[in-house]
């Protein structure tokens, strides 16, 4: 399951999976706490040269940021006419304000540099070693082998999912809103629940004729070469250049 | 329902991070390895849950489902719903990567408190009708407490979020209405088909005498 299409021979793509999760936590972190309009308007450069390095597929990322842009432009928009201030504009009881203005315009510019990097870093990733990254960056053990589980029968489950809407289909079952609707919901997941917890069990069961004893062994040792201490070093210059203009 | 990065205060997200991975370590203190499958398994339900649009009225919600997850897994809903946010932020952008931690609290707590609210009833055997009654509650409030959390965390972050948190707030009644019947009936099925799974104490503590009887012996759980 690889949750953005991309080439596998991107220069992102190549780099050590612990140097992705910590840049794309980083960039966030930094971006999320910025202000000034010099600031954000390097961010999202810098976004879409993330987006330069990582080739996610174009289509599935303009997607992901017009849901994300319709959902946040409601907000700003309703920022605009709450948050008082100086008058920008007037459209009978309507007032829009400077202030409210502005304050949208941050929160969008933010996430729209934001999703583009974390799209690039971490979405053309392999979901699989997203636990062992993190897990090497001092994750408890426990969560990374959670999110390994997770990610491995996600793909499972939708599929079994599938398999019941089919069945339900095959007897006319149509979705209204009405209680035998959300009874026979009700069932699907509870199916859902059962079958994967018994999954869940018979994994236990395979586990324990194999001797775990708490601890997954990685086929891909990570390793942090030349070209990873570059791109850190080039992260690490850009964000202290972010924080520089922040705080001008 | 999931808080984007860049909406809240420097304060707010610092604040209910730390909540967050309080709850995650008490989620994964005794935490056994062999029930590790079992949270990344409901994790997954979590997940596809999330992917289930019901309509409501001429729009469709989709189903949050932290209620049940709550009932099923107690203090482990932290590092569950810790996983599936993270993997919702990387691939949809529905929440944020800073602010994970605020979704993961606004999620998970309601989810916990549900568990001791509703859960223990579930612990000795009941009838589909009790079930039902119990599984609505912890899925109806588990929606309603996010819903008031998140709201609470938007004014905590600036008077201007005001109007958006009332919104936020009255579009959850329905989604609370649809998750209160799909979870009560979801539970009453379980109950129906697998009783063990919810007799089983899910904390990864041992169930106290005024839990209700230990589970049958013969069950998978108790066969090693």
């Keep these: ?248 | 329902m999931h808080l984007a990065d860049g909406i809240l205060s420097a304060p707010v997200t610092v604040a209910s991070t730390a909540c967050a991975l309080a709850g995650i370590a008490r989620g994964l203190y005794r935490l056994e390895p062999e029930r590790v499958p079992q949270v990344g398994m409901m994790a997954a339900v979590f997940f596809v849950g999330s992917l289930i649009h019901v309509p409501v009225g001429v729009s469709s919600a989709h189903l949050v489902l932290n209620g049940l997850v709550g009932l099923f897994l107690g203090w482990a809903s932290f590092p569950a719903l810790t996983a599936a946010l993270l993997l919702q932020a990387i691939l949809f952008h529905f929440g944020g990567m800073v602010c994970l931690g605020a979704n993961v609290w606004n999620m998970a707590l309601p989810a916990v408190a549900g568990y001791y609210l509703f859960g223990c009833r579930l612990r000795r055997p009941v009838g589909r009708g009790m079930g039902f009654a119990m599984g609505a509650a912890a899925g109806a409030f588990g929606v309603f407490g996010s819903g008031v959390m998140m709201a609470l965390t938007l004014c905590a972050s600036g008077g201007e979020f005001l109007v958006p948190a009332a919104a936020v707030l009255a579009a959850h009644i329905p989604v609370m209405a649809v998750e209160a019947l799909v979870t009560g009936s979801a539970v009453s099925f379980v109950l129906q088909v697998r009783p063990e799974f919810l007799l089983s104490p899910s904390d990864g503590t041992p169930p106290r005498p005024e839990d209700g009887p230990h589970p049958p012996a013969d069950t998978p759980r108790n066969r090693s």
């Design chain 1, 1 to 248: 399951m690889v949750l953005f299409d991309a080439p596998p021979d991107s220069v992102i793509q190549r780099l050590d999976p612990r140097v992705r999760v910590a840049t794309a936590f980083a960039f966030a972190v930094v971006v999320c706490f910025s202000r000034s309009p010099d600031a954000l308007g390097f961010a999202l450069v810098l976004g879409f040269l993330a987006v330069v390095l990582g080739r996610p597929s174009l289509r599935q990322l303009l997607r992901a940021l017009l849901t994300l842009n319709v959902f946040l432009g409601l907000l700003a928009a309703t920022l605009i006419v709450s948050v008082p201030g100086r008058d920008l504009f007037r459209l009978g009881p309507l007032a829009g304000s400077r202030a409210g203005f502005a304050q949208g315009m941050t929160i969008l510019c933010r996430a729209n540099a934001i999703v583009p990097a974390v799209a690039s870093l971490l979405g053309t990733m392999e979901p699989a070693y997203l636990g062992w990254a993190l897990a090497g960056l001092g994750v408890p053990t426990r969560l990374a082998q959670i999110l390994a589980f997770m990610v491995r029968y996600v793909e499972v489950i939708h599929v079994e999912y599938h398999r019941l809407r089919d069945a339900m289909a095959l007897r006319c079952f149509q979705a209204r809103c009405d209680c035998h609707t959300l009874r026979t919901f009700g069932h699907l997941v509870g199916l859902l629940l059962v079958r994967s917890l018994e999954r869940a069990q018979r994994i236990v069961d395979a586990m324990r004729c194999r001797g775990f004893t708490g601890h997954f062994h990685v086929l891909r040792v990570f390793r942090c070469g030349v070209p990873d201490a570059i791109f850190a070093a080039l992260t690490t210059a850009a964000l202290a250049l972010l924080i520089f203009l922040e705080v001008q």
